[in-house]
């Protein structure tokens, strides 16, 4: 198993900065994907950005240029960098985990993120 924790959100104005991070335990070895996921009332869930275990990268088009995915391997955190947050960014954020043998999906239980306006 393995088991996510997020911290890091909070209430930000518009145009300011905030950074997650997500501490992977357990049987992180087998982890070949790191991901942020985000949930805004009465919409799906959505990829924000993810990271594999080479260091490719990939950010939805509504973040790129503001949001960097990252990863300390020797904490076993994970990172996204917010910078210019939007209203439209307000959201919890999850952090998720991908396993491929076999393909199982881990989940934080998440973080809220509140941007005024």
């Known amino acids: 198993q393995v088991h996510l924790v997020e911290s890091g959100g909070g209430l930000v104005q518009a145009g300011g900065s905030l950074r997650l991070s997500c501490v992977a335990s357990?049987?992180?070895?087998?982890?070949?994907?790191f991901a942020w996921y985000r949930q805004a009332p009465g919409k799906q869930r959505e990829l924000v950005a993810r990271i594999t275990s080479s260091g490719s990268t990939y950010y939805a088009d509504s973040v790129k240029g503001r949001f960097t995915i990252s990863t300390d391997n020797a904490k076993n955190t994970v990172y996204l960098q917010m910078n210019n947050l939007k209203s439209e960014d307000t959201a919890v954020y999850y952090c998720?985990?991908?396993?491929?043998?076999?393909?199982?999906?881990?989940w934080g239980q998440g973080t809220q993120v509140t941007v005024s306006s």
């Open positions: 357990g049987i992180i070895f087998s982890i070949t994907d």
């Open positions: 998720n985990a991908l396993r491929k043998l076999p393909v199982t999906q881990f």
